[in-house]
């Protein structure tokens, strides 16, 4: 709030000293009635605007909440695919151990078939049958082996069905897990709907609250860099003109509030830099100087990352997205930076640790620049000239904004350099 009061009351106090002295570049004086029109409604802005910020951070943290839901229940859906494979070995395994069970079982039933067939008196009648004493310890000895072997075979069969047992009940662990971890995706889903009605709902707020101030308070404001406009499309305007519309407009921009007259201020004025700095380069290269090669430097765009950014330039935001049939902000940021080869994490709190710290006033374009209010929120790319590249939001497309409002309004800023 007190940011909007000192920019209202900075606009009023401006707008007195425009209308008060002839500048120049203005073609004829504003009337005072259309002065009276912009301070009234300068006035009902301010209190809008306060509504529209307080809507914005909401959002803000809305959309943060879902970024967070969602990679939640990615990893979610990785232990599930985990766990899925851990069953799959624990059936096979089980398949495995089964028909061990059954071939030892069969083999000990023929073992018990022979015994049957021979007889009770089998084991005494070889004893007994023995010729000398040496047969019949030969043949006692042999009695105790098959016997030996006989417990080995069960043995082998209780240790096989403790196995199958074991593996049956690390199976139910693992059918307990996937249980839950569903249960987990299905509460985690739940919450995420929510909050997406919830943010619907501010949405629609936010939209009926900026329809409240579109129109008449920026078609006012519009019409104050009239005059400079002709003048910066005007081919045959001098620099001297160039330079005073240049000034008049920065003058013109501490009056209004709107973010479309803003906008249109701020691209007149670098247009007209633009054209004083191509006609200075054209008088150099006239002058065939050696410093031809200083002509001028690459534009923000010839960063690689700025350049990547500017493809996906309309994409939808989508809740979640982290590819171009939609990106929410922090998915945006990490797709376009991988594609250069540089990892970074997923949400927008820790995409703002990343790299080093630089102020936004010292931001190059590349950078990251984040905002929140009692954390990080929101992310974009800055690409130069006090604008960004970022998603903003749904109903939205990913594109190029002035940096100023999110300046103004957030607590927490800075930049990221990576």
């Known amino acids: 709030m007190k940011n909007i009061r000192i920019k209202v009351i900075a606009a009023l106090i401006t707008t007195s000293t425009l209308f008060g002295v002839a500048t120049p570049v203005m073609a004829s004086p504003v009337s005072e009635e259309v002065q009276q029109e912009m301070l009234q409604q300068q006035a009902e802005y301010k209190e809008v605007e306060e509504k529209i910020n307080m809507l914005h951070m909401e959002i803000d943290e809305i959309l943060d909440g879902i970024t967070d839901i969602m990679v939640r229940i990615e990893e979610t859906n990785e232990k599930i695919a985990v766990v899925e494979e851990e069953k799959k070995a624990t059936m096979d395994k089980i398949a495995v151990t089964e028909t061990e069970l059954k071939v030892k079982i069969e083999e000990y039933g023929e073992r018990l078939r022979a015994m049957y067939k021979q007889g ?3 084991i005494l009648s070889a004893i007994l049958g023995s010729d000398s004493i040496a047969d019949l310890i030969s043949r006692t000895e042999a009695v105790i082996k098959i016997a030996k072997i006989d417990k080995q075979l069960l043995d082998e ?25 569903n249960a987990i ?5 739940k919450m995420a709907e929510e909050k997406k009605v919830e943010a619907d709902v501010k949405l629609l707020e936010l939209e009926e609250e900026e329809k409240k101030i579109a129109g008449s308070l920026m078609t006012t404001e519009l019409s104050l ?15 001297e003109k160039l330079n005073a519309a240049i000034t008049e407009m ?13 906008t249109e201020a701020v691209e007149l004025i670098e247009k007209a830099k633009s054209i004083l700095k191509e006609r200075r380069l054209a008088r150099e ?5 050696n410093s031809s090669s200083n002509a001028g430097t690459a534009s923000v765009s010839s960063s690689a990352i700025v350049n990547k950014a500017y493809q996906y330039l309309g994409v939808p935001y989508v809740w979640g997205g982290t590819s171009p049939s939609g990106f929410d902000c922090s998915g945006f940021i990490q797709y376009v930076f991988r594609s250069q080869g540089i990892s970074l994490p997923r949400v927008s709190r820790a995409q703002a640790a990343s790299g080093s710290y630089v102020s936004i006033s010292n931001a190059q374009p ?4 984040y905002f929140g209010q009692s954390s990080v929120t929101h992310v974009g790319i800055y690409i130069g000239n006090n604008k960004m590249i970022h998603a903003p939001r749904p109903g939205k497309t990913v594109e190029i904004v002035d940096i100023g409002w999110h300046v103004r309004n957030y607590r927490i800023k800075g930049a990221r350099r990576i």
């Open 157 to 181: 069969i209780e240790e096989i069905k403790k196995q199958l047992e074991e593996e049956k009940n690390n199976l139910q662990k693992d059918i307990d897990a996937l249980e839950e971890l």
């Open 285 to 289: 290269r006239a002058q065939q100087t």
């Open 120 to 122: 009770n008196t089998g």
């Open 366 to 369: 590349g950078d990251i620049l």
């Open 250 to 262: 920065r003058r013109i921009r501490e009056s209004i509030i709107t973010e479309a007259a803003d």
């Open 225 to 239: 860099l009239s005059a400079s406009k002709s003048i910066v499309n005007d081919s045959s305007s001098s620099d």
């Open 185 to 189: 995706n299905e509460e985690d889903m």
